[in-house]
T-cell receptor, first 113, second 111 residues
Framework: KAGVTQTPRYLIKTRGQQVTLSCSPI?????VSWYQQTPGQGLQFLFE???????NKGNFPGRFSGRQFSNSRSEMNVSTLELGDSALYLC????????????FGPGTRLTVL | KQEVTQIPAALSVPEGENLVLNCSFT??????LQWFRQDPGKGLTSLLL?????REQTSGRLNASLDKSSGRSTLYIAASQPGDSATYLC??????????FGKGTMLLVSP
């Protein structure tokens, strides 16, 4: 069974630009969550999607948005990039229940110059 | 608001030692607790998941315990090896699929 895949793996952008990251969950997993990891703040929850609906959202500004498609693939978008958005963005997928193991992708390393 | 703390922040041991990593959380209303491993620049690998009704889980040389009432979990690694060198993260699931992570323990096992 293929794992969680994220594309692209690395991105370099400049301040003010926007970026879209993609996540393909494990086949059969309908829940996708996104996390931001920085050296200072650690891993922080961004949002979670289940069956194309956002069920939960972390404490991030509106510049961070996401969506999920009918095939469970998810994208997150960051508009008007700031230097502080430089981070490793991880997505995780899980099966139907909230008690299941979360499987993480390799992440997308975003650098904002 | 759930907060997760991991102690120590870093640990350096010689190969073969048994070691314990600690995790504490402030809100005992959790569904489960997971221990992850993260190698530099990589994603997270799930090591062990303990449901809120369980007290411990074992996988090979790893054993994780959970005391939900006191808000504590420990990860025990037996006979450590250089390949165990990584950052170990503790995370609790409090709602839907939202994990709250600790800052991690960076482990270095020297040959």
């Amino acid at each position: 069974k293929a794992g969680v895949t994220q594309t692209p793996r690395y991105l370099i952008k400049t301040r003010g630009q926007q970026v879209t990251l993609s996540c393909s969950p494990i086949s059969g997993h309908r829940s996708v969550s996104w996390y931001q990891q920085t050296p200072g703040q650690g891993l922080q929850f961004l949002f979670e999607y289940f069956s194309e609906t956002q069920r939960n959202k972390g404490n991030f500004p509106g510049r961070f948005s996401g969506r999920q498609f009918s095939n469970s693939r998810s994208e997150m978008n960051v508009s008007t990039l700031e230097l502080g958005d430089s981070a490793l963005y991880l997505c995780a997928s899980t099966t139907l229940g909230p008690r299941d193991t979360q499987y993480f992708g390799p992440g997308t390393r975003l650098t904002v110059l | 608001k759930q907060e997760v703390t991991q102690i120590p922040a870093a640990l350096s041991v010689p190969e073969g030692e048994n070691l314990v990593l600690n995790c504490s959380f402030t809100d005992s209303a959790i569904y489960n607790l997971q221990w992850f491993r993260q190698d530099p620049g990589k994603g997270l690998t799930s090591l062990l998941l303990i449901q809120s009704s369980q007290r411990e889980q074992t996988s090979g040389r790893l054993n994780a315990s959970l005391d939900k009432s006191s808000g504590r979990s420990t990860l025990y690694i037996a006979a450590s090896q250089p390949g165990d060198s990584a950052t170990y993260l503790c995370a609790v699931l409090s709602g839907y699929s939202t994990l709250t992570f600790g800052k991690g323990t960076m482990l270095l096992v020297s040959p």
